[in-house]
């Protein structure tokens, strides 16, 4: 089995989530009584969020290929990112790293493809809904993003890095995400929306949605405990 090299801790709730889908998945998947080992790097969230801020994207490149490599030295097979923001350099960090990496809005476009989706909503920090990465890696897959009105980003924004990120989900807090959802759908004619935030699915991935929500966590895990068990 291949062992897994995982930044973590960008936040900590959605690091915590990751590991315990990683567990619940592979026993489900090998029901031999056994748990999957791991390893992972909880880097500095104030640190990474300070870097994203400035736009230094060569300072946050190098932070993360300095955390892979070291969880490459510790014997990880292969590595990702337990988070969609840091993403914004994924392509340079991957490029070179010395292990296989994982990419989460890979997998999510590849999920997407495999649900006929052609336009969804993208939900997430405001880096990662305007930075266009995704948006990206989406065109070039003939499927069309749509993000939230300015005065929508801002509120998604201040309410993940104010609360969710801080492990605080208030009621009213998923509501007001949902009522952000329906004003996409009816704007943009959406048919889906990516939860481009590994604390969204952490208050939305129960909630009455009447579209299909992509909860990238989820499928990031699938690709994950694929390539273990391969």
């Not at 500095?44 to 969020?49: E, I, M, N, T």
């Not at 006929?116 to 880096?127: M, P, Q, V």
């Not at 009522?179 to 699915?201: C, F, H, N, W, Y």
Request: aromatic residues 8%; contains cysteine; charged residues 20%.
């Amino acid at each position: 089995m291949k062992l897994p090299g995982i930044i973590g801790g960008t936040g900590p709730e959605s690091t915590i989530d990751y590991y315990q889908q990683i567990i619940a998945l592979y026993r489900r998947q090998r029901p031999d009584g056994s748990y999957p080992p791991m390893l992972i790097h909880s880097i500095d969230l104030k640190r990474a969020v300070e870097l994203v801020t400035a736009n230094d994207l060569a300072g946050l490149a190098a932070y993360l290929a300095e955390a892979f490599e070291r969880l490459a030295r510790a014997g990880a097979d292969f590595g990702l990112i337990s988070a969609n923001t840091p993403h914004i350099v994924f392509d340079e960090v991957r490029r070179g790293c010395s292990i296989p990496l994982i990419s989460i809005v890979e997998a999510t476009w590849r999920e997407a493809q495999a649900l006929g989706l052609n336009k969804l909503g993208l939900l997430g920090t405001r880096f990662t809904m305007t930075a266009g990465f995704y948006q990206k890696a989406f065109s070039g897959r003939g499927i069309a993003l749509a993000v939230p009105a300015e005065d929508e980003r801002a509120w998604v924004h201040e309410k993940y890095m104010g609360e969710l990120v801080e492990g605080v989900f208030l009621p009213a807090t998923r509501e007001g995400f949902l009522k952000v959802i329906e004003s996409m759908r009816q704007r943009d004619a959406i048919e889906g929306v990516i939860l481009g935030g590994t604390e969204l699915p952490l208050i939305l991935r129960d909630a009455p949605c009447p579209l299909p929500l992509l909860d990238t966590t989820k499928i990031h895990v699938k690709e994950i405990v694929a390539a273990m068990l391969a």
